[in-house]
């Protein structure tokens, strides 16, 4: 297809495509004279790629480049890719390597879970625990392992999606279940609050106390 | 307390203060002569505040400024305030209104959850699902009701913390809880992927099925 048509089709304006085509984050089409090119489903499946993890991951244009670049690695295998590109989505939240992480693994070894302590996840957790404690947010265990509870419940579910995805489209599912999803479960995680507790079917087997007061509504 | 204390105490540059100061995100000091003021605890916490929602959030400073400005509404009831933190978090996420929310009603709806039409979080839950859908993430319904069940898990525990916390203090409670605990929530779903789940405590009860296969390891 034209570029026109492309363009369309992604739903981005044709002066995006073409510095995306220029910038090295959409690969060439394939010429068909000086000024035009042809291209086909794949320009168009990297397309909403991009603009999947921008409008909706919220990355920037050079965060999508390194785990697009990832994805695309020649000559290694499909694990290997899938390696990279979970490296580049954990440098991309821009935590720094110096944080402390002593007492984030030491809360996982608490619920028993097995993480190198070389995860990039690692500081991006223990960051995020510190502003929680610095804003006076105390986070109890129960609070934390409630929390623990409900990421392996999303992750588990993720790997039968991912366990039902070809070899070839392992990194961009990888990349789509960690970006996008993370994103649903955010959206769903602040419905949840605005969820009456009483009704719902969303009551969960963590609920040992009775549910707190009723969250004031958050629109009429 | 002087603004090199401050600043100091705060971890920010004397120069980021100075800047907040005139933005009007840090409310003034007690002037003690033309060039010089003193700080007390309500400013540490406000700074605090900004640089969790700035570098752990990543929400940019005219979101922060809303989210303040709506935690100091004068002459208004805490829940008022607390609609309106919420409200400012909402328009933070940057999700049009234009967007089609009807397929993301119903699937709450089968759950039995109970959410506003007008909820803002519902774009955000709309959007979310185009992305991962336009790029050929098929979100099956057990995969989704997974995720409510997490989602409704985490605000669950969210609650309890909430109902704990005094008038005074509960929109910046809320405004911490929403943005920061998502962050820690999205930390915890990615070491949940590298986390070995067949030695885990965290297999989750709506683990029907077999666990998919062994991702491979984030990091050696």
Known sequence: MRISKLSERAGLPVGTVKFYLRSGLLHAGR????????????????????????????????????????????????????????????????????????????LLADLGWHVAATSPHLPALARALWAAESVGLEIDPDHFSAYAEAAALAAHSDRTAIS???????????????????????ALHRLAMENDPVDSRGVPRGARHLPGPRQPAASA
Chains 1, 2 share one sequence.
């Open 31 to 106: 010429a068909t004279s000086a000024t035009q090119a042809l291209y086909d489903e794949t320009h168009l499946k990297r397309l909403r790629l991009i603009r999947a993890l921008l409008e909706v991951g919220r990355l920037s244009l050079s965060d999508i480049h390194e785990i697009l670049d990832a994805m695309d690695l020649p000559d290694v295998d499909t694990e290997s890719r899938v390696t990279r590109v979970r490296a580049a989505i954990a440098a991309s939240s821009g935590v720094s390597d110096s944080i402390d992480v002593t007492a984030a693994q030491d």
């Open 164 to 186: 039902e995805t070809s070899a070839e489209n392992l990194p961009t599912t990888v990349a789509a279940t960690t970006v996008l999803l993370d994103q649903v479960l955010i």
